[in-house]
Nanobody
Framework: QVQLVESGGGLVQAGGSLRLSCAAS????????MDWYRQAPGKQRELVAQITSSGRTNYADSVKGRFAISRDNAKNTVYLQMNSLKPEDTAVYYC?????????WGQGTQVTVSS
């Protein structure tokens, strides 16, 4: 059974940093893309950052230059380093992985940025 376990969320002041982790277990085949999404109250879930199996990255315009996504393939883990956090970054952050044609989601971790 595939499980994604996220960690690293919390409360931080504006300008601060957090590092999110998402560890995948129960996956037999190679993971293709690994993504971070977020959903703020009353808003749709949006893609924050994506990293392919070859290491190519893609970011939402709102986080470019502040967030960095990385992965450790040996550990089936994806990270999101978030710097210069703003109150508008407040949301539940979800990791998502694509394995073949199957998509798996984590349970989400709350990030709250106070002004």
């Amino acid at each position: 059974q595939v499980q994604l376990v996220e960690s690293g969320g919390g409360l931080v002041q504006a300008g601060g940093s957090l590092r999110l982790s998402c560890a995948a277990s129960g996956i037999i085949f190679s993971i293709n893309t690994m993504d971070w999404y977020r959903q703020a109250p009353g808003k749709q879930r949006e893609l924050v950052a994506q990293i392919t199996s070859s290491g190519r990255t893609n970011y939402a315009d709102s986080v470019k230059g502040r967030f960095a996504i990385s992965r450790d393939n040996a550990k089936n883990t994806v990270y999101l380093q978030m710097n210069s956090l703003k109150p508008e970054d407040t949301a539940v952050y979800y990791c998502r992985v694509l394995v073949g044609f199957s998509v798996y989601w984590g349970q989400g971790t709350q990030v709250t940025v106070s002004s």
